[in-house]
């Protein structure tokens, strides 16, 4: 059972920058779909990205064009790099991930089998 754990979480200004990093404790190679997920005090979870073994992507319309997706199978590495912060991306982050395709949609993302215990981005206007 692969364990994730992210990084990258922090404090930054309405237009800044963050990256966020999902370390597996396995090569990516077998984790058919991964993805990211945040939840905001009060609201309930969105599904932010998604990325297949083969590169494909998808992404929610709130973050669409402002992030991207990527992943690093010799790194074990999941990313999301994500710009022209805005207040309202402020939540817990959490990354996600699955043995076997799936639909591999953000509306899945959240109840993926095995996801990480989060990391927290604060964005101030």
């Known amino acids: 059972q692969v364990k994730l754990v992210e990084s990258g979480g922090g404090s930054v200004q309405s237009g800044g920058s963050l990256r966020l990093s999902c370390e597996a404790s396995?090569?990516?190679?077998?984790?058919?779909?991964m993805g990211w997920f945040r939840q905001a005090p009060g609201k309930e979870r969105e599904g932010v990205a998604t990325i297949t073994s083969d590169g494909y992507t998808r992404y929610a319309d709130s973050v669409r064009g402002r992030s991207t997706i990527s992943r690093d199978n010799a790194a074990k590495t999941l990313y999301l790099q994500m710009n022209n912060l805005k207040p309202e991306d402020t939540a817990m982050y959490y990354c996600?991930?699955?043995?076997?395709?799936?639909?591999?949609?953000?509306?899945?993302?959240?109840?993926?089998?095995?996801r990480g215990k989060g990391t927290l981005v604060t964005i101030s206007s």
């Open positions: 996600a991930a699955q043995y076997y395709i799936g639909r591999c949609t953000v509306a899945d993302v959240a109840g993926m089998n095995y």
């Open positions: 396995e090569y990516l190679n077998n984790l058919d779909c």
